[in-house]
């Protein structure tokens, strides 16, 4: 091949690549082992996040339903069929009941997750305690926090199990993150532009000052909250844009949240429980 011809196709190549936007497939809550946990459900997500071939792909804890050995093994065996590179995990409320962590450290590793990958920061940590549902980052904390994010970055994303926001239609407001005003607070000073979570089950996003809370729904389950239905995120990643969808296995998508970074301007859909907006 012409030289000349060759670095026009790699220059081509090279220019595409950049116009791709990165993805992010965000799952939460797949209570493996629990009566409500439909295998086709996670069989058929499994499928879905490896023809979508994302650049990351996250799980907002609750992998199992009670802590024990066998579920942990039972969610890793899904797990471990996603074709992704980068997968990063942090343990929900019902990961941590009967000192289900060790379980968590031994076939997963750390209960943090850091990724700092083409201009992107991601920083997750463990927000649950042994046996309690309501979540706390803990002021020990902070200062690693702000370590993990120091590095210059294009867009800063943090994950934890608890929503550090109500989300509407959950009912009555127990256990999200005790400090959660403070981690808020640490966030803001971070830079964090968008936050990620599960546990209620219902996908929902916020925007408080300059960050973006985006709650995903059970991906694999029933124990669904008025018209919700089992889902995922995906956010797509583009120049200065950033979309948020719900993917429900088998079937369609619909947009959450679609923001600028820089801005902070969005455009939101309606909450899912009640239907599409009028």
Not at 129 to 152: C, N, V
Not at 164 to 193: F, H, K, S
Not at 216 to 234: F, M
Request: charged share 25%.
């Amino acid at each position: 091949m012409n030289p000349e011809m060759k670095l026009s196709e790699d220059r081509q190549k090279e220019s595409e690549d950049k116009k791709k936007p990165f993805i992010i497939a965000h799952i939460s809550d797949m209570h493996a082992g629990s009566q409500y946990f439909v295998p086709n459900l996670m069989d058929r997500a499994v499928i879905e996040l490896n023809e979508l071939k994302p650049n990351v792909v996250v799980s907002t804890g609750d992998l199992t339903n009670e802590g024990f050995k066998q579920e942990y093994l039972l969610a890793k065996s899904y797990l471990d069929k996603i074709q992704c590179e980068n997968l990063l995990l942090v343990p929900g409320n019902h990961d941590a009941r009967n000192v289900g962590y060790v379980h968590f450290e031994e076939l997963f590793g750390s209960r943090q997750a850091i990724c700092h990958r083409d201009g992107i920061s991601i920083v997750g940590v463990d927000s649950s305690e042994p046996d309690l549902d309501y979540g706390t980052i803990g002021r020990h904390r902070y200062k690693w926090i702000a370590e993990q994010f120091s590095a210059p970055a294009d867009l800063r994303i943090f994950l934890l199990h608890h929503h550090l926001l109500p989300i509407p239609g959950t009912g009555r407001e127990r256990n999200m993150v005790y400090d959660a005003g403070d981690t808020l607070e640490v966030l803001q000073d971070c830079g964090v532009n968008l936050v990620l979570s599960g546990h209620k089950h219902v996908p929902y996003a916020w925007r408080l000052e300059n960050i973006f809370a985006v709650n995903a729904g059970t991906v694999c389950t029933l124990r669904l909250r008025g018209k919700v239905r089992p889902c995922y995120n995906v956010i797509e990643i583009g120049d200065d844009e950033v979309t948020i969808w719900r993917k429900y296995p088998f079937h369609d998508a619909d947009q959450i949240i679609k923001f600028n970074p820089s801005t902070v301007a969005f455009e939101k859909s309606a909450h899912p429980y009640r239907g599409p907006a009028a």
